[in-house]
């Protein structure tokens, strides 16, 4: 908690809590405004998947980040998501909105969203010495958690009394508050590239590619991603509308995964595990057990109380994830490095949810959302394996090189 009265940085962990506040209450608010309209399962995919595709210009996000003054470019994303999300509010006054109209403005947010998140994950590396970094970013998680509490408890009650309308207006108003907050951050300014963007992003490539615990880890976060997608984007609105409790019980069980992570940023700082490389890998498997619940039509209440241990475990991951790669990637490309992380665990959530409407018509609601638990817990299975015969190969080639999503030292080892 110390990081709090760090001046350099106090500004960002607030507009984390107030632009996560914003998520929570905009994942809902544009659900329940689409499905308000009267528009079913395949169109909400249609607009959802339109707010998620442009991830695939997280990798400009990552040229972007590199390329000028970090704050400045989450000022300018949060702007841009604010502008959105007020339209948004808007459409959902109309009594049925277009459906090109509702996915434009969806995607703009998804722009915002793109720029964003690699420069968010890096921007720590400019506020925080080496040795406060593990403590930032946990702290930048359980804000974040905090934030996603507030905003999905309050999210059901905001749509349930006020509407879609009101909660996405609420979305957009927050976000510009944070654009204010993070301009009073001082980020380093990056040296005068020749370098054209292409370059740029071969050379973050080579970054990410050239160490195997990151590709690796990278890979097996992408299905883990396409899985929660499903749950969270598709399925599990369509399940609590369907007679489990409508919007305010999506938003308690929303609520109980940042509920959990509020613990888990605590674990990660303190948690220093003798066997690093499949604990690492196990965490992000703990998604399956609220879907498997869901699976199985468990009440609303249980998933809830199911969905805090993903919750306090993908925090856990964070900070293990995020410090590895601020203590090992090169300063100026740390963000272009991010977006590569970042772009192969997004590029499948279009198609993802796309495809999840359609398969819940055709196949109902349990069997998708059972498959994608058995996904996540399969590519668990996989990674593990898969690190532990390049660890057996390297052994015996003599490499002596750890292939570790997070770098061991021997100081952790002993704490371990």
Not at 227 to 240: E, Q, S
Not at 262 to 281: D, E, F, M, Q, S
Not at 306 to 321: D, E, I, N, R, T
Request: include cysteine.
């Amino acid at each position: 908690m110390a990081s709090l009265r760090e001046a350099s940085a106090a500004p960002l962990f607030i507009s984390r809590v107030i632009s996560s506040t914003s998520v929570g209450i905009g994942q809902v608010a544009l659900a329940w405004g689409v499905m308000g309209m009267g528009y079913g399962a395949r169109e909400l995919s249609l607009v959802v998947a339109c707010s998620t595709f442009p991830a695939l210009l997280i990798l400009c996000g990552g040229v972007i980040g590199d390329r000028f003054r970090r704050h400045h470019v989450l000022m300018g994303a949060e702007l841009l998501a604010c502008l959105a999300w007020l339209a948004l509010g808007a459409a959902f006054t109309m009594e049925r909105a277009p459906l090109p109209l509702l996915c434009s403005l969806a995607g703009l947010s998804g722009v915002a969203a793109a720029i964003f998140m690699p420069t968010v994950r890096g921007i720590i590396a400019d506020l925080l010495e080496g040795g406060q970094r593990r403590a930032g970013n946990a702290l930048v998680s359980q804000t974040e958690a905090l934030g996603h509490l507030i905003g999905f408890v309050s999210a059901g009650a905001v749509v349930t009394l006020a509407g879609p309308a009101s909660a996405a207006a609420v979305r957009g108003t927050l976000c510009g508050i944070s654009a204010v907050l993070l301009s009073r951050l001082m980020t380093h300014r990056p040296g005068r590239t020749r370098s054209g963007p292409i370059r740029e992003l071969r050379e973050g490539w080579r970054e990410f590619t050239g160490r195997p615990w990151v590709w690796i880890m990278t890979l097996h976060y992408t299905v883990i991603t396409a899985a929660l997608v499903c749950y969270m984007k598709i399925v599990g609105p369509l399940y609590t509308e369907n007679g489990h409790g409508g919007a305010l019980a999506w938003g308690v069980i929303g609520a109980a995964q940042p509920l959990g992570a509020l613990a888990g940023a605590v674990i990660g700082v303190r948690w220093r595990p003798a066997h690093l490389v499949p604990v690492t890998v196990l965490l992000p498997m703990s998604v399956s057990i609220p879907m498997l619940l869901m699976g199985g039509e468990a009440p609303w209440p249980a998933i809830a109380a199911a969905a805090l241990v993903p919750g306090a475990a993908q925090a856990v991951y964070y900070v293990f994830w995020t410090t590895a790669l601020q203590d090992e990637i090169p300063h100026a490309a740390l963000v272009r490095v991010n977006s590569w992380n970042l772009v192969t665990g997004y590029v499948l959530m279009p198609v993802t949810v796309l495809l999840s409407g359609p398969l819940v018509v055709g196949f109902g609601l349990q069997p998708i959302v059972v498959t994608a638990a058995v996904a996540a817990i399969a590519v668990t299975a996989l990674t593990l394996l898969v690190l532990w015969v390049l660890s057996r190969a390297r052994s015996i080639a003599g490499a002596g090189e750890d292939p570790a999503p997070v770098p061991i030292r021997a100081s952790e080892v002993t704490a371990g």
